[in-house]
T-cell receptor, first 115, second 113 residues
Framework: DTEVTQTPKHLVMGMTNKKSLKCEQHMGHRAMYWYKQKAKKPPELMFV???????INESVPSRFSPECPNSSLLNLHLHALQPEDSALYLC??????????????FGNGTRLTVT | GESVGLHLPTLSVQEGDNSIINCAYS??????FIWYKQESGKGPQFIIDIRSNMDKRQGQRVTVLLNKTVKHLSLQIAATQPGDSAVYFCAETYTHNDYKLSFGAGTTVTVRA
């Protein structure tokens, strides 16, 4: 089992809905990430939080809004999504911010379907 | 065992044989490399990593080889088992790269009984 927990596992939402994805880790990691993964493709970086502050936004549309309430929790708020936003949304964490010497640990993702 | 000289999207291997999955990277500044395994319905799972000051690193049934001269990374799996069926991604980054991992396209490994 992964040490990064994501809820819900599956989510179906209409284009006018507002929903939130949640992620939790208790490994004491200080960097947390949101990735988007389409079928048969590698994960694509969306956001990075470093010490609870947003450090990277990879030009993600504003209908995706991240939030980091504390060092263990990461949320992704969704509003007015499009069908092409359907994907697997992965949360990850790493011990320290920065690329090297600190592998990312991923959760099992939320499978999102926008109808 | 199975050997793939260039990156291929799929690899079929007989149970019990050794598997080799290849990955080419383009950034000569990359100094940290990771292999992930992603099973159906799950997130990527960390397998093994290697820094650029090493050529080889071994784990349990897995070995990662790094050839910086030709910018090539490989993952060897010994005595491949049905549970090894998954998509395998290599990832690279370099120090002070703003937390960004660059993932390869992935190789789907299917183990034949």
């Amino acid at each position: 089992d992964t040490e990064v927990t994501q809820t819900p596992k599956h989510l179906v939402m209409g284009m006018t809905n507002k929903k939130s994805l949640k992620c939790e880790q208790h490994m004491g990691h200080r960097a947390m990430y949101w990735y988007k993964q389409k079928a048969k493709k590698p994960p694509e970086l969306m956001f990075v939080y470093s010490y609870e502050k947003l450090s990277i936004n990879e030009s993600v549309p504003s209908r995706f809004s991240p939030e980091c309430p504390n060092s263990s929790l990461l949320n992704l708020h969704l509003h007015a999504l499009q069908p092409e936003d359907s994907a697997l949304y992965l949360c990850a964490s790493s011990q320290v911010p920065g690329g090297s010497n600190s592998p990312l640990h991923f959760g099992n993702g939320t499978r999102l379907t926008v109808t | 065992g199975e050997s793939v000289g260039l990156h291929l999207p799929t690899l079929s291997v007989q149970e019990g044989d050794n598997s080799i999955i290849n990955c080419a990277y383009s950034n000569s500044a990359s100094d940290y490399f990771i292999w992930y395994k992603q099973e159906s319905g799950k997130g990527p799972q960390f397998i093994i990593d290697i820094r650029s000051n090493m050529d080889k690193r071994q784990g349990q049934r897995v070995t990662v080889l790094l050839n910086k001269t030709v910018k090539h990374l490989s993952l060897q799996i010994a005595a491949t088992q049905p549970g090894d069926s998954a998509v395998y991604f290599c990832a690279e980054t370099y120090t002070h790269n703003d937390y960004k991992l660059s993932f390869g396209a992935g190789t789907t490994v299917t183990v034949r009984a």
